[in-house]
């Protein structure tokens, strides 16, 4: 920045004649901080006023650690509120994502059955021993399960073959 640019920037920032600025910049030897500074002690230029900021109110002037356990239980109430929107979120993400796939079940490449993901929780939620000796039966009768609709599920679906691929060698095994 060249002499003209820091007097025309002193002018504007100081709101002093370009004379006042000019004279003030060099006795500062060009800095600009300096020739501000030099302008307000000839009381030239106002000096910065003052201002604070409290959420105390007007006129409080409480100090910042007075109120250490009030502040520590608003605190503790935000984590409150944080935990149940999250818990709120973690369960709308839950129930659009049994809502938006289903549970297949094929049997030799077949589909034999294709049934809500929310449907089929509620289900074996219901009737757990029965579900689960549906499910191990069918296992050995080649079934295979997987989920399919909108969301992604491959881990679900890598595991729903690892179950089918354990009950078909347990089925050789016993056959044998």
Request: aromatic content about 8%.
């Amino acid at each position: 920045m060249d002499n003209f640019e820091k007097v025309e920037k002193l002018v504007q920032k100081a709101n002093v004649s370009y004379e006042d600025a000019k004279q003030a910049l060099e006795e500062a030897n060009g800095d600009m901080l300096d020739a501000m500074i030099a302008l307000e002690k000839q009381g030239k230029v106002k000096k910065p006023e003052t201002v604070a900021y409290s959420t105390y109110g007007a006129g409080a002037t409480q100090s910042n650690y007075s109120d250490v356990n009030s502040a520590v239980e608003r605190s503790e109430s935000t984590d409150e509120k944080s935990f149940a929107s999250d818990f709120g979120r973690g369960l709308k993400k839950f129930f659009r994502y049994t809502v938006n796939n289903s549970l297949r079940i094929t049997r030799r490449e077949e589909q034999i059955f294709k049934i809500p993901l929310l449907l089929t929780i509620i289900l074996v939620l219901a009737t757990f021993p029965l579900a689960m000796l549906a499910i191990i039966i069918s296992l050995f009768c080649e079934c295979r399960y997987s989920i399919v609709g909108k969301d992604k599920s491959e881990n679900i679906n890598q595991m729903f073959d690892k179950a089918s691929d354990l009950a078909e060698k347990a089925k050789e095994d016993v056959v044998e």
